[in-house]
């Protein structure tokens, strides 16, 4: 929770200080890099989701992990062909220097999955920030269980809205 309501306002700051700076060049530059990193994060929550598929199905742990295997290498080309899309960017080629394993993938997760719900919740406020960490304090005095069955109606509310790509948020009006 804290860390998605973290990314979304590290990246709704950034771009309006941007955009009130008139500098179109450090914008352009912004919207590349968040285009790539989204385009990062897509690959490895693909991948996650997958992995979370292949260990529901009925097989033995050498089988899923000959299937892990052939996930994370599957991983390792498509990020080939992101790099190949970028002109050869290697900006993410560090993340494949540690042996990917389903730990680091959770750990990005953390940061990124309930982010659309987030923007929702912006989005709702108008995009006023006070009104919008006043949304967030709500749900946080929430019980547990209440606070994750309502982060999930937002999350699917706002990927029914088209609110997980990032970079459509220019295209957001609030």
Known sequence: FNEGFA??????GVLRWLQGESNHAALDAWWTTQDRELSFVALLMQTRKRLGKIYQLPLTDQQKRSRKADEFRLLSEEYQNLKALWGGFDGYDAWFEHE???ARLASVATYEQWVPAFRLLLVRAGGEMEE???ACDRLAQLPAAQRREEMES?????LEAGLDNWSTAG???Y
């Not at 990314?7 to 709704?12: Q, Y």
């Not at 937002?154 to 706002?158: D, K, N, P, V, Y």
């Open 171 to 173: 295209d957001v009006s």
């Open 132 to 134: 919008f960490y006043q």
């Open 7 to 12: 990314t979304l306002v590290e990246r709704e």
């Open 154 to 158: 937002l999350q699917e509310a706002a």
């Open 100 to 102: 990917p394993n389903n």
